[in-house]
Nanobody, 125 residues
């Protein structure tokens, strides 16, 4: 059974950068679309970005487009989210999840599974 572990979160000042990682085990990641989601206290988990199985296709939530870059290294069974120009509203627990290739383009939580435990990102001065 595929298991995901997120890492790389932390406390960063506004305008700073972080790189999140999503390491898979128990299966191969290359057959899945990978999505990054985030959840702030008292809010629903929202989709931030997703990437197709080969890494050539990616989509982003409007508020992060141009600041975040999603990527994957199938040989390492790992996906990444490079977050630049961070803002306080980017604060939350970030999760990665998977979905099947025909669902590429969706950023709906209900379409994804195999969630990791999440990694906390706090953007504050």
């Amino acid at each position: 059974q595929l298991q995901l572990v997120e890492s790389g979160g932390g406390l960063v000042q506004p305008g700073g950068s972080l790189r999140l990682s999503c390491q898979a085990s128990g299966g191969t990641l290359d057959r899945y679309v990978i999505g990054w989601f985030r959840q702030a206290p008292g809010t629903e988990r929202e989709g931030v970005s997703s990437i197709g199985t080969t890494g050539t296709d990616a989509n982003y939530k409007d508020s992060v487009r141009g600041r975040f870059i999603i990527s994957r290294d199938n040989a390492k069974n790992t996906a990444y989210l490079q977050m630049n120009s961070l803002k306080p509203e980017d604060t939350g627990v970030y999760y990665c999840g998977t979905t099947l290739p025909h669902m590429y383009g969706s950023l709906h939580r209900a379409d994804f599974g195999s969630w990791g435990q999440g990694t906390q990102v706090t953007v504050s001065s």
